[in-house]
């Protein structure tokens, strides 16, 4: 089984400052895959970032980064240089690594970005 | 590839009417995944599929809901009879494989009144 704790219901950032969302899991895969979306007002799913877990080497896209902590089963979401347009709800996931796996999401935590 | 695509978009019905929600997944991709989305229980996972096939339906709340996916272009999720409580928005997501991530849709929000 497996499941994902997000214990941040909200959060709020100023603009241009970095913020980091926390998520912890369990699973009882041996190999699996990490992943953040966003989920901004128009409620469009959106992969922000995805991790592997075989992999040490924390994941990186552009103001986007993951502090990926596997003994502690811990994948915080780290935004740099936060902007308007990353307000948002944030989704931490987990999936297994078969081709038939499936995507187990936490309970979200909405992210303000102050101007 | 114009992505995952739902209809409707929006949807409201009296209680006790038959809904149907409809997902076209990407060209290509081999699991499909029906989740509902709501304030109080987030995102729930009601079904997928691999290879046109279920393989976990254990999240499907009630026989009032049912899946079908028969071919791998095309799946339904259907409720009969609806009730308010089914409110939420339904989400399809397709993938290729899990290290490749997965492609969501843009949602059914359907109101039941």
New interface residues.
């Given amino acids: 089984a497996q499941t994902v704790t997000q214990s941040q219901p909200e959060m709020s950032v100023q603009e241009a400052e970095t913020v980091t969302l926390s998520c912890t899991y369990d699973t009882s895969e041996s190999d ?2 990490l ?1 953040w ?1 966003k989920q901004p007002p ?4 959106i ?1 922000v970032i ?1 991790q ?1 877990a075989y992999k040490q080497q924390n994941a990186t896209e552009n103001r986007f980064s993951v502090n990926f902590q596997k003994a502690a089963k811990s994948f915080s979401l780290k935004i740099s240089d936060s902007q308007l347009g990353d307000a948002a709800m944030y ?1 931490c996931a987990v ?14 935590t909405t992210l303000q970005v102050k101007p | 590839d114009a992505g995952v695509i739902q209809s409707p978009r929006h949807e409201v019905t009296e209680m006790g009417q038959e809904v149907t929600l409809r997902c076209k997944p990407i060209s290509g991709h ?2 499909l ?1 029906w989740y509902r989305q709501t304030m109080m229980r ?2 729930e ?1 009601l079904i ?1 599929f ?1 290879n046109n096939v279920p ?2 339906d254990s999240g499907m709340p009630e026989d009032r809901f049912s899946a079908k996916m028969p071919n791998a272009s095309f799946s339904t999720l259907k409720i009969q009879p609806s009730e308010p409580r089914d409110s939420a ?1 339904y ?1 399809c ?1 397709s ?5 490749y ?4 849709g ?2 059914t ?1 359907l109101t039941v009144v």
Avoid: C, P, W
Avoid at chain 1, 42 to 45: C, G, T, V
């Fill in positions: 699996y895959y992943f979306y128009s409620r469009q799913m992969l995805r592997e989704f999936s297994g690594s078969s081709n038939t796996g499936k995507l187990i999401f936490g309970q979200g | 081999n699991s995944f987030g995102l996972l997928y691999n393989i976990d928005v989400f997501a993938s290729l494989d899990s290290i991530g997965y492609t969501f843009s949602g929000r």
